[in-house]
């Protein structure tokens, strides 16, 4: 599997490397059509030397004479060039045969020995020279074709070795940009590992300061950031139920050490009961809240281990079918799936009793409260269905935040909550990587579904 | 019975030694790591009530140190911190029971005396009370001679009235004894199957009812 990066990365090493080749070929094709002019240009002036030799030899020399002499002298090698002389006034001393009709175009405008390009009617492109001695004019032309040839060779093999270059220079790149992104990929997996069981590791800082050793720093104080806050709330909440706890523990203990002295007093009695109901009912909102204040800081570590759900199931269902009876509600287990799941049993029965404990409540007596146990594509869902007056579209959304609060529909022999029963079921439903939500029932008749969907 | 108690806060700490000396138990109280190991090290004892919040040290580290060392008397962990993960931690480092504050001293008597009990080996099969018999191992109850049916969570719970007949039982025992949970259940669930129980075991007329209420605290079967 390549990453997108990786892919990037290879990609563009590839172009890179393609496109420094196709320069430095672009590059050699031009240096070598000017080498291959060059040394024309100086097979030129050796010929011109040796004509202008001949001139020199035999001044005032014409015609077939002239011709004769030039022809022997230059041997064999006239064939290959193409040479005409004249002189100052413009007067024609001599043509090659191999001209033909074609004439050398006038290059008296310039001003010394010069080399262009022309075109020769008949004969094709040339490379043309004019070398000046005295009143003598003597230009020398070569074919282009053997240049052109060797530069078309050139481009040929240079296209094969640009299509070479790009494909070597994938598999290299890929190999390049491995290679390069090994230290990013060592920070990677040293933050995944980081979490929160395990805050005190940090990426290995190299000895060589360069921009990765600087990013892996920069997360190393990132992770030091968050290793403190964590410990925050963990030496908060051990603070905060300590402080608060030994009191409350003092509270008690003299409360019940009271109630055997005031045996007597029933008025003084009643009180202090009422006294040590409230010191729980405090005690449960205290363990309450730091419960979700540690599940919400990511300082709670749950153990989640694999669990058969039927059989976590099964005496959850014996509880909820006696509570209900009591409250005159009929429960039912609708769907019971197969499977295991990733859990903390305590936790999940006690966020499927809270559920069922407030649907028992807001339900109409001979009401039906229904669970189903639902295996997922990707997870668990629990629903909780009740046949209870439903909820406002507004509130839905607020109920499983703090000290939220709905008015059940009956009855008031009921244990007073606190207002954070919901609130802790979606810290636990979190904790299980999971999300918990409300919705009013769809299906025509009035009443609450709650779904707790769990990930695998 | 020595029974050596290990906490930082005074006033609890009296109140647990005077419980303790009322069941003439011989309770000593240690404020510190240090101190406790002192008195550990001077004279032996029969069980340890160990506060985990010491002002020189962690208890657990404590109780850790102890086990490591070979003491293996029972240790009652007694904790203000947080309830599910203490708890468990507490119990893997090799303590045999573990408690809340806020506490009912009921409720700490109670579990000292079933840790000594267990320490002692005490196996009974068959348990008796007031007319009701309950055989443990072939899990067979009668009331007045006449068989009842129980659910497993009755039977639980019938089990733990009979074992700590007299005494009074906290929510907070019952819930982690019968639903082995460790937190409030939120719901009146332990009322129910009392009251269940009430209506299998009806008191004979005349006579003190068998499972009795105390308010704010739980209940007794009396």
């Given at each position: ?276 109901e409230?010191?729980?009912r ?35 269902v014996?509880d909820a079918r006696v509570l209900a009876e009591d409250r005159g509600v009929r429960f039912e287990?609708a ?17 499927l009793l809270n559920l069922v404990a407030n649907a028992l409540n807001v339900s109409p007596a001979g009401g039906l409260v229904t669970l ?11 629903i909780v269905t009740d046949e209870g007056p439903g909820l406002p579209a507004a509130q839905l959304?607020k109920i499983f935040?703090?000290f939220v609060r709905f008015e059940p529909a009956t009855g008031e022999n009921r244990a007073r909550g606190h207002g954070l029963g919901l609130?802790?079921c ?12 409300a919705e009013n029932r769809?299906d025509g008749r009035s009443g609450l579904r709650v ?6 | ?184 259940m939120e719901t009146n669930l332990i009322d129910v199957y009392?009251r269940k ?26």
């Amino acid at each position: 599997m390549i990453g997108p990066y990786t892919r990037r990365l290879m990609v563009r090493f590839s172009a890179l490397v393609t496109v420094t080749t196709v320069i430095v070929l672009l590059a050699g094709g031009l240096l070598l059509e000017r080498e291959m002019l060059r040394s024309m240009e100086g097979m030129h002036e050796v010929e011109a030397d040796e004509v202008f030799e001949v001139l020199r030899d035999h001044p005032g020399l014409k015609g077939d004479d002239l011709a004769g002499r030039i022809d022997t002298k230059l041997g064999s090698d006239a064939a290959l060039y193409f040479i005409q002389i004249h002189d100052d006034r413009g007067a024609i001393l001599y043509r090659s045969e191999n001209l033909g009709d074609a004439v050398m175009p006038d290059l008296s405008r310039m001003e010394e020995n010069e080399h262009v390009l022309a075109e020769l009617p008949g004969v094709g492109g040339v490379r043309l020279s004019e070398f000046r001695e005295g009143e003598w004019h003597v230009q020398i032309a070569s074919r282009l074709k053997p240049v052109h040839r060797i530069l078309t060779n050139y481009a040929k093999v240079s296209a094969l070795l640009v299509l070479g270059t790009a494909v070597a220079s994938l598999g290299l790149g890929y190999a390049f940009s491995r290679f390069t992104l090994r230290p990013v990929r060592a920070i990677e997996l040293t933050a995944r590992r980081i979490s929160a069981d395990n805050l005190r590791e940090r990426i290995p800082v190299l000895a060589v300061r360069d921009e990765l050793a600087d990013l892996a720093m920069l997360l190393n104080q990132m992770f030091d950031r968050l290793e403190g806050s964590f410990e925050q709330v963990k030496r908060f909440t051990a603070d905060a139920s300590h402080e608060l706890k030994t009191p409350l523990a003092l509270i008690r203990l003299n409360a019940e050490r009271l109630r055997t002295r005031l045996a007597g007093d029933p008025e003084a009695v009643a009180g202090l009961e009422d006294l040590l109901e409230e010191i729980t009912r405090m005690n449960r909102i205290i363990e309450s809240l730091l419960f979700i204040a540690k599940a919400e800081s990511g300082a709670l570590l749950l153990d989640l281990k694999e669990h058969d759900v039927r059989a976590l199931l099964a005496p959850f269902v014996e509880d909820a079918r006696v509570l209900a009876e009591d409250r005159g509600v009929r429960f039912e287990l609708a769907r019971d799936d197969a499977g295991s799941l990733r859990l903390e049993p305590a936790l999940l029965r006690q966020l499927l009793l809270n559920l069922v404990a407030n649907a028992l409540n807001v339900s109409p007596a001979g009401g039906l409260v229904t669970l189903e146990s639902v295996q997922t594509e990707h997870g668990w869902w629990f629903i909780v269905t009740d046949e209870g007056p439903g909820l406002p579209a507004a509130q839905l959304e607020k109920i499983f935040e703090r000290f939220v609060r709905f008015e059940p529909a009956t009855g008031e022999n009921r244990a007073r909550g606190h207002g954070l029963g919901l609130a802790i079921c979606r810290s636990i439903a979190e904790l299980h990587d999971g999300e918990i939500r409300a919705e009013n029932r769809t299906d025509g008749r009035s009443g609450l579904r709650v779904v707790v969907a769990l990930r695998r | 019975m020595k029974i050596l108690i290990v906490e930082d806060e005074r006033k609890v700490a009296q109140f647990v030694e005077r419980a303790l000396a009322e069941q003439s138990y011989t309770p000593r109280v240690a404020g510190s790591c240090a101190a406790a190991r002192d008195a550990l090290a001077e004279s032996p004892y029969d069980a340890v009530v160990l506060d985990i919040g010491l002002p020189d040290g962690d208890g657990l580290q404590l109780l850790k140190e102890w086990r490591a060392s070979g003491f293996n008397e029972p240790v009652l962990i007694l904790s203000a911190r947080d309830a599910v993960t203490d708890r468990i931690h507490g119990l893997n480092l090799g303590a045999d029971d573990y408690l809340a504050k806020p506490f009912s001293i009921d409720e700490l008597l109670a579990r000292v005396r079933s840790l000594l009990r267990r320490k002692a080996g005490n196996k009974t099969t068959v348990l008796e009370h007031r007319g009701i018999r309950m055989d443990l191992l072939a899990r067979v109850v009668t009331y007045q001679g006449a068989a009842v049916e129980l659910t497993s969570r009755e039977f639980a719970l019938l089990e733990l009235f009979l074992q700590n007949a007299g005494r009074v039982l906290t929510r907070t025992l019952i819930a982690e004894r019968v639903w082995e949970a460790s937190y409030d259940m939120e719901t009146n669930l332990i009322d129910v199957y009392v009251r269940k129980l009430r209506q299998k075991f009806p008191s004979v007329e005349g006579a003190e009812p068998l499972f009795k209420t105390v308010r704010g605290t739980g209940y007794q079967l009396a």
